[in-house]
Each structure stands twice: as C-alpha cells, then as structure tokens.
T-cell receptor, first 115, second 112 residues
Framework: DSGVTQTPKHLITATGQRVTLRCSPR?????VYWYQQSLDQGLQFLIQYYNGEERAKGNILERFSAQQFPDLHSELNLSSLELGDSALYFC??????????????FGSGTRLTVV | GENVEQHPSTLSVQEGDSAVIKCTYSDSASNYFPWYKQELGKGPQLIID?????GEKKDQRIAVTLNKTAKHFSLHITETQPEDSAVYFCAANSNSGYALNFGKGTSLLVTP
C-alpha cells in the first residue's frame, strides 16, 4: 500500500457520460497530480494541485476538470466521455519543499473503460 | 510538456546480465530525474532518482548516471533477477517546476 488511495479501481461507462475519479493523497503530502496512461501515449500529465490551488496544467482536455478539497483529497471529473478516453488514470502525491523536487508516490490507478 | 525520449521500448536479458535503459530530455532547466518501476496492475513506484548537481548515484544493484551537457541519463541494473521484470519509466521535471514528464517506458524481461 503506497498510501495514495484511488477509487474506484475499475469503471465502465458509456460514451457521453460523466464520471468522477477520487484520490486521497499520502498523509502529509500537499500536492496531487493526475496522469493518464494509455498504451500508445505512456504517462501523460494532466494537472497538479498544491494545497487546494491549481499549480500546473498539462495536456488536459476541456472536457476534464479537477479540484482539490480542504482535506486535500482530489477529484478528477471526466465528461462527454469518448471511446478514446479509455485509459488508466493515476493520481500521485508529493510534498514539494521550496524548489526541491521529491519523487511522487502513485496510487494504484482507476481503469476507465468507455463503451 | 517537454519531451523525454526513452530507449529501448523493450529489453530482454538473461538472469545475471546487466540492463541499461537510456533517456534524453529537451528542457535545459530540468534538474530532477527519477526512475519508476511499474509492475502489472500496479502504479509506478519510485526506485531511484538523481539531481542535476551529481553525475551518478547507486543503490545496491541499480545506478543512474546523468550527463547534463548531453541532456541524457541512464538506468543501469546489474545482476538482473526475474523479479526485475517490469516496465521502467524515466522522467524529468518540467519548466513548471514540479510536474514530471515521463518517457514512454521500457518493458524489461529477465529470463531465468
């Protein structure tokens, strides 16, 4: 157990639907990162939150949004789902201190299948 | 994000041999380079990292080297064991500071 909790583990939904993925970071970590992993694109950075504020944005589609709540858990919302959105979605957390990076701790992911 | 290129995409070695995975990055401001191991059905796990102020770091059978001038870094696994079989990802931090850009992964197979 890495300490980063992602729910649900699996999700099957139809095209056009909306889903919410949830992530609880490791205790003490203030940053949450969302990544999408597909076979042909590898790990693609979507978005980062730090202590409730959006910190950095990657290749996140306009149909996707995220937020981090006061208790530091985060949710990734995916709407108007398309077949191509089928992928593994990972959450990771870290506690960056000043300008020094520390390695992420990843959760076990949510496998999203859009049918 | 900035590009991180990783080679090879697949690597098969015999138990006891060494394995080397190479990555290049494009952002000269990158200063943090972690490596992750992902086993089937699990999330990536940090195995070693290196910062730009050092050229080499070793932890038991794994080592990482960094050449900032050439913008490349490598993972070396010695005395490979079947349990080393997994997908390995290199990464570099981006110009936004904390987000990591990942290579596309190397599937390592260690055969007994």
């Amino acid at each position: 157990d890495s300490g980063v909790t992602q729910t649900p583990k699996h999700l099957i939904t139809a095209t056009g639907q909306r889903v919410t993925l949830r992530c609880s970071p490791r205790s003490g970590d203030l940053s949450v990162y969302w990544y999408q992993q597909s076979l042909d694109q590898g790990l693609q950075f979507l978005i980062q939150y730090y202590n409730g504020e959006e910190r950095a944005k990657g290749n996140i589609l306009e149909r996707f949004s995220a937020q981090q709540f006061p208790d530091l858990h985060s949710e990734l919302n995916l709407s108007s789902l398309e077949l191509g959105d089928s992928a593994l979605y990972f959450c990771a957390s870290s506690q960056p201190i000043t300008d020094i990076n520390y390695g992420y701790t990843f959760g076990s992911g949510t496998r999203l299948t859009v049918v | 994000g900035e590009n991180v290129e990783q080679h090879p995409s697949t690597l098969s070695v015999q138990e006891g041999d060494s394995a080397v995975i190479k990555c290049t990055y494009s952002d000269s401001a990158s200063n943090y380079f972690p490596w992750y191991k992902q086993e089937l059905g699990k999330g990536p796990q940090l195995i070693i990292d290196i910062r730009s102020n050092v050229g080499e770091k070793k932890d038991q059978r794994i080592a990482v080297t960094l050449n900032k001038t050439a913008k490349h870094f490598s993972l070396h696994i010695t005395e490979t064991q079947p349990e080393d079989s997994a997908v390995y990802f290199c990464a570099a931090n981006s110009n936004s500071g904390y987000a990591l850009n990942f290579g596309k992964g190397t599937s390592l197979l260690v055969t007994p």
